[in-house]
């Protein structure tokens, strides 16, 4: 194996945006640079800057001044390079021209910073004879084998203050108010912004909800002088699809405020949350993160683990093999304890106990 001195990495973001994208770059690249030696490129774009071979040498100055940044100065998307129906029989395949590229560069990593489908692209190309190591971000916190992902944080912190300011319109008007919180198949988000945010009703797709019950519970409310509820809603959760003709809106919160009204005959209100959630500067603990499993993947790379990646156990880093990451997702168990602990506070979570 070369020394760590000569060492060339590449860097990339892909996947949805978060807060502490830059904080990892940072994390990764200085310690990469400053403590190994090491060459630091940043390819735009997620995978597509790898197919494409856009890439930019990245100095230890271009990686100052941007942990507090939101999004991602190198760019992302969600090009999937190992897709089929992306292959076109007369030009080298995506992951052949990857490996191209990667090699015409000489880089000995290239660090794969994303989600869940971020993983399972890192892995494909480490079996395809590419050094990878994944680092995991997502407001979602869906990502197997870590206890954390950065973003997270930031995450719950903006929904919980907007399920905060909607109290006081919940409570002026005397309406329902569902808010629709992020977190794609997991409801991670959903439950900590909604215990946080003190929501009298948390739906999650890990816990199927029963009409009934929501009706009961927002009636039981009504009837003991308490006219106005808060409903957290995950947007993952079960709705029913749309019937021909039918003109409502398929988001979850938007569905779940149209059958309270009509159950309950109470004014209801939905507001999507939305893009806002992934937006601005990363929380203190993001920060905190990112940077310490940024600088724990220049170590990584100096070790020689490829394959594997950064997370964050019980407050430790370590590396977890890419292997058992991919094609996996973290939901919430139904026992967390933090789900009994909300329900002892007469937090209903849609379902008969
Ligand atoms: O995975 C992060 C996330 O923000 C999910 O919570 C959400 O479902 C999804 O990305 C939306 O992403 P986009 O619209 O950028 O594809």
Known sequence: MTSSKNMKIGILTAGGDCPGLNAAIRGIGKTAALKYG??????????????????????????????????????????????????????????????????KLGLDCVVCIGGNGTMKTAWKLQ???????????????????????????????????AID????????????????????DAGWLTLFSGVAGGGDVILIPEIPYERAVLKEYILKRYEEGKPYSIVVVAEGINVPPKKNGEKRNKSAGNYIAEIIQKDTGLETRPTILGYIQRGGSPSPADRILASKLGSYTAQMISEGKFGHMAASKNNKVVAVPLKEVAGKLKVVPADLPLINQARALDTCFGARL
């Open 165 to 184: 300011r909607i109290h006081t319109t919940a409570n002026s008007h005397k309406r329902i108010m569902v808010v629709e919180v992020m977190g794609h």
């Open 38 to 103: 090491m060459e630091v490129y940043g390819f735009s774009s997620g995978y597509l800057g790898l197919v494409n071979n856009e890439y930019k040498k990245l100095s230890v100055r271009d990686m100052s001044g941007i942990l507090t940044v939101g999004g991602t100065i190198l760019g992302t998307s969600r090009e999937k390079p190992f897709k089929k129906n992306d292959y076109n029989k007369y030009i080298r395949s995506k992951p052949e021209q990857i490996k191209e590229n990667v090699e």
């Open 127 to 161: 079996q395809a004879g590419i050094n990878v190591i994944g680092v995991p971000k997502t407001i979602d916190n869906d990502i197997w084998g870590t206890d954390r992902t950065f973003g997270f944080d930031s995450a719950v912190n903006i929904a919980t203050e």
